[in-house]
Nanobody, 124 residues
Framework: QVQLVESGGGLVQAGGSLRLSCAAS????????MGWFRQAPGKEREFVAA????????DYRDSVKGRFTISRDNAKNAVYLQMNSLKFEDTAVYYC?????????????????WGQGTQVTVSS
């Protein structure tokens, strides 16, 4: 089992950048496919990005491609989401997630563990 704690959220102006971090404790994060999701007020939670155990393969939702970058440092048991050129519509609570799936399925991955989330607010 793994525990996930997100950090790095905050208030930023449109066009700005934020870097979210997800610290994993318990079982090493290298054992999991990792992902980021977000949920805006009144909307369903949606997939943002995912990264394979090896960090070689990634996947993104179309609206963040070219602006967001997911990465991981297995030695530090951490996953990151670098968010550039932020838009008002990126405002949401962002969640880190871990999957036991042995195959990387990108946006179709089913996740077993979730963090508590970190708020990202982009002012227009």
């Amino acid at each position: 089992q793994v525990q996930l704690v997100e950090s790095g959220g905050g208030l930023v102006q449109a066009g700005g950048s934020l870097r979210l971090s997800c610290a994993a404790s318990g079982r090493t994060s290298s054992s999991y496919v990792m992902g980021w999701f977000r949920q805006a007020p009144g909307k369903e939670r949606e997939f943002v990005a995912a990264i394979a155990r090896s960090a070689v393969i990634t996947d993104y939702r179309d609206s963040v491609k070219g602006r967001f970058t997911i990465s991981r440092d297995n030695a530090k048991n951490a996953v990151y989401l670098q968010m550039n050129s932020l838009k008002f519509e990126d405002t949401a609570v962002y969640y880190c997630a871990a999957s036991n799936d042995l195959v990387f399925r990108g946006s179709r991955t089913m996740y077993d563990y979730w963090g508590q989330g970190t708020q990202v607010t982009v002012s227009s």
